[in-house]
T-cell receptor, first 110, second 113 residues
Framework: EDQVTQSPEALRLQEGESSSLNCSYT??????LFWYRQDPGKGPEFLFT???AGEEKEKERLKATLTKKESFLHITAPKPEDSATYLC???????????FGKGTRLHILP | DSGVTQTPKHLITATGQRVTLRCSPR?????VYWYQQSLDQGLQFLIH???????AKGNILERFSAQQFPDLHSELNLSSLELGDSALYFC????????????FGPGTRLTVL
């Protein structure tokens, strides 16, 4: 069965303490992998799309990478405003279905 | 503000009832997606419409149906409601497919009593 697993479930970091969030996936034919940020009570905010292994994308303090089995979201020198839930999703080739992970709740302490 | 609007913001109804959720995409976006988010299940993809036609289907129950109208707004119809249907329902839009940036609306919180 196709699935997406994110780890850790929750992460607390000090401001400036860099870290990585993991998204492991098993899918029969990957069309694309997406990262979103979601603040409490709000809709997700699109961050990145990755299409193929070896691809990397950056946006401010965030960098996303992709291998054949997992993706990492690296957060460099995070600030309290980076606190949010980060969601990973994959899209299947054969039917375009999108499958989400349960997310990582990130809390950055000032 | 993403430019995607959803109505109503909150909806409280009883089991067995039927409700309609409405979504207006950003100007120029042809794709509309519906998602359900509950505490125990996380974010679940329901369905994707592109320019009025169904493009992809996720874990959408038979009691649920959706459509996209010629003016590109979309409606999600939920019928024979059960307690477990209580959730946040999000709509998102994009210019074309989901590999393009998706813009999410603020969501409709549905409570089934």
């Amino acid at each position: 069965e196709d699935q997406v697993t994110q780890s850790p479930e929750a992460l607390r970091l000090q401001e400036g303490e860099s870290s990585s969030l993991n998204c492991s996936y098993t899918v029969s034919g990957l069309r694309g992998l997406f990262w979103y940020r979601q603040d409490p009570g709000k809709g997700p905010e699109f961050l990145f799309t990755l299409y193929s292994a070896g691809e990397e994308k950056e946006k401010e303090r965030l960098k996303a990478t992709l291998t054949k089995k997992e993706s990492f979201l690296h957060i460099t020198a995070p600030k309290p405003e980076d606190s949010a839930t980060y969601l990973c999703a994959v899209q299947r080739n054969r039917d375009d279905k999108i499958i989400f992970g349960k997310g990582t709740r990130l809390h950055i302490l000032p | 503000d993403s430019g995607v609007t959803q109505t109503p913001k909150h909806l409280i109804t009883a089991t067995g009832q039927r409700v309609t959720l409405r979504c207006s995409p950003r100007s120029g976006d042809l794709s509309v997606y519906w998602y359900q988010q509950s505490l125990d299940q996380g974010l679940q993809f329901l369905i994707h419409y592109y320019n009025g036609e169904e493009r992809a289907k996720g874990n959408i129950l038979e009691r649920f149906s959706a459509q996209q109208f010629p003016d590109l707004h979309s409606e999600l119809n939920l019928s024979s409601l059960e307690l477990g249907d209580s959730a946040l329902y999000f709509c998102a839009s994009s210019v074309d497919g989901p590999y393009n940036e998706q813009f999410f609306g603020p969501g409709t919180r549905l409570t089934v009593l």
